[in-house]
């Protein structure tokens, strides 16, 4: 079982940057996948970025590729998301999971942190 604190969040103007930090409990983090999801107002969580447990392969949502980079530091327990060039559609709560699954089987990620907020304005 892994447990997941999320950090980092916070409000930005539109074409800033932050980074979101998670924070894994447990001594085999390296065995659990790990993915971003992020939840606007009224919409359903979808999918932002994903990596392997080694730290490799990292993926990306279309809507996010090229501006995202996902990262994982298994010695130190911790998973980044780093984001730039934000926008307003990208005002989230966004919440770090992890699966002992394939990385990219978002359905089986069932361990979830509470969530941290992201607000872009323009």
């Known amino acids: 079982q892994v447990l997941l604190v999320e950090s980092g969040g916070g409000l930005v103007q539109a074409g800033g940057s932050l980074r979101l930090s998670c924070a894994a409990s447990g001594r085999t983090f390296s065995r659990y996948a790990m993915g971003w999801f992020r939840q606007a107002p009224g919409k359903e969580r979808e999918f932002v970025a994903a990596?392997?447990?080694?730290?490799?392969?990292?993926y990306y949502a279309n809507s996010v590729k090229g501006r995202f980079t996902i990262s994982r530091d298994n010695a130190n327990n911790m998973g980044y998301l780093q984001m730039n060039s934000l926008k307003p559609e990208d005002t989230a709560v966004y919440y770090c999971?992890?699966?002992?699954?394939?990385?990219?089987?978002?359905?089986?990620?069932?361990?979830w942190g509470q969530g941290t907020q992201v607000t872009v304005s323009s």
């Open positions: 990596i392997t447990g080694t730290g490799g392969s990292p």
């Open positions: 999971a992890a699966t002992v699954n394939y990385y990219l089987d978002y359905p089986s990620y069932n361990y």
